[in-house]
């Protein structure tokens, strides 16, 4: 796997988690919210933040877990691993795709007020760490060749992804930019996750590392 290829895996990982982050369950339950308590522009994004930063970090924990198992394997299998860790990303990548139909639904944390700021900013914080980005994990195996620092690198790639999609459309609706038509983002977002997914995966499979 070259370091270019590495760097199309890096991309591509961008991508992924920046629309991703752009759906409006991340981003539009802090404008409701912030709008409903009050806040300032700027506290609003600094709660945004503070739950994005939650998000990030429990996904990273998941792919750090992934990535200590994948290494754990990876001498038991040889030569098959880079087949097995291709295969595994078309198969969520498919797994995606039939699962397109699915729907989106706004938290609830964005449909009421709260007694006191510090519940408001806990439930938001809680809602968004408990559901971390899935769909990037297997971007951890597939940068798993390249060591720690590639490990490292996908994280910061995930966390610069998810900041930027969520305090972007979430600056933009504080903004008052009402007709940002994420309407087809919803609808066919897991579609371009899973097309990304099996795309990535069948790079892994047949370019030799």
Same mark, same amino acid.
């Given at each position: 796997m070259t370091s270019a290829f590495f760097a199309s895996i890096a991309a591509t990982?961008?991508?992924v988690a920046f629309l991703h982050a752009a759906l409006?369950?991340?981003?539009l339950p802090f404008v409701l919210v912030g709008r409903a308590q009050k806040w300032s522009a700027g506290r609003t994004l600094?709660?945004? %933040? @503070?739950a994005g930063l939650g998000h990030? /970090? +429990?996904? =990273? @924990? %998941?792919? +750090?877990? +992934? #990535? =200590? /198992?994948?290494l754990a394997l990876e001498p038991r299998l040889g030569h098959l691993f880079h087949w097995i860790v291709g295969g595994l990303m078309v198969a969520v990548g498919l797994f995606y795709i039939a699962r397109g139909r699915h729907s989106h639904a706004l938290p609830e944390a964005g449909r009421r007020t709260y007694a006191s700021d510090r519940a408001a900013i806990t439930a938001l914080v809680v809602l968004l760490t408990l559901s971390p980005c899935e769909a990037f994990l297997p971007y951890y195996l597939a940068g798993m060749k390249h060591g720690w620092g590639a490990f490292l690198l996908l994280?910061? #790639? +995930?966390l610069a992804a998810t900041a930027a999609g969520m305090l972007l459309f979430t600056g933009l609706s504080l903004a008052g930019v009402k007709r940002l038509n994420l309407d087809w983002l919803e609808r066919? *977002? *897991?579609t371009i996750l899973g097309a990304a997914l099996v795309l990535v995966g069948l790079a892994v499979a047949f370019l030799k590392t």
């Open positions: 990982g961008f991508m409006p369950t991340h981003w600094g709660v945004t %933040l @503070l990030v /970090a +429990l996904t =990273i @924990l %998941l792919g +750090l877990v +992934l #990535v =200590i /198992a994948g994280s910061l #790639v +995930l066919y *977002e *897991e």
